[in-house]
């Protein structure tokens, strides 16, 4: 079965302190990766798909990256509004399975 | 262009009882997915439904749960008799062809289900 870990589990940071989240995954062969934001009580927001490896996709302080084992999500100059629970998730047959995630604080 | 909608957002149930969970796709999505969220753990698998047609219900219970995308309406996740195992969040998700690869499936907000 595929398997999608994601570290660390949780991640606290000061306003402005980048950092890194991983995503490594064992599939069969390359497909889709996911990656969503989920705030407290909401469903996930999707943010980027990763479709093969050396790709990167931006979107405001948030840089996702692909490699053949494993994906990053860089968080650059975080701000407070930045805080949420981050989910990658890969694709077999139609369904996505999905990481644990990645609790991230980020304190003014 | 409205989202994915959930209903009812909190569900609390008794033991034994039903619960019935319904999900209306973004407009033009003609393919649903269910997961169950646990409180601490990820996103887990429960079935892929077409219209009138379920795709892969490999996530799925074997027994008291059921799924149905009907031609007309919601897609409905019922829950018979339920017990205390089953509270959790139920989220749905839509897109707009079925399996391919690279679509995103977009997320409505949950149903948050608590059995007393």
């Known amino acids: 079965e595929d398997q999608v870990t994601q570290s660390p589990e949780a991640l606290r940071l000061q306003e402005g302190e980048s950092s890194s989240l991983n995503c490594s995954y064992t599939?069969?062969?390359?497909?889709?990766l996911f990656w969503y934001r989920q705030d407290p009580g909401k469903g996930p927001e999707f943010l980027f798909t990763?479709?093969?490896a050396g790709e990167e996709k931006e979107k405001e302080r948030l840089k996702a990256t692909l490699t053949k084992k494993e994906s990053f999500l860089h968080i650059t100059a975080p701000k407070p509004e930045d805080s949420a629970t981050y989910l990658c998730?890969?694709?077999?047959?139609?369904?996505?399975?999905f990481g644990a995630g990645t609790q991230v604080v980020v304190t003014p | 262009n409205a989202g994915v909608m959930q209903n009812p957002r909190h569900l609390v149930r008794r033991r034994g009882q039903e619960a019935r969970l319904r999900c209306s796709p973004m407009k033009g999505h003609s393919h649903v997915y269910w997961y169950r969220q646990l409180p601490e753990e990820g996103l887990k698998f429960m079935v892929y439904l077409q219209k009138e047609n379920i795709i892969d219900e490999s996530g799925m219970p074997k027994e008291r749960f059921s799924a149905e995308f009907p031609k007309e309406g919601p897609s409905i996740l019922r829950i018979q008799q339920v017990v205390r195992g089953d509270s959790a969040a139920y989220f749905c998700a839509s897109e707009i062809t079925g399996g391919h690869h690279y679509n995103e499936q977009f997320f409505g907000p949950g149903t948050r289900l608590t059995v007393l």
């Open positions: 599939v069969s062969g390359l497909r889709g």
């Open positions: 990763l479709y093969s």
């Open positions: 998730a890969v694709r077999r047959w139609g369904k996505f399975q």
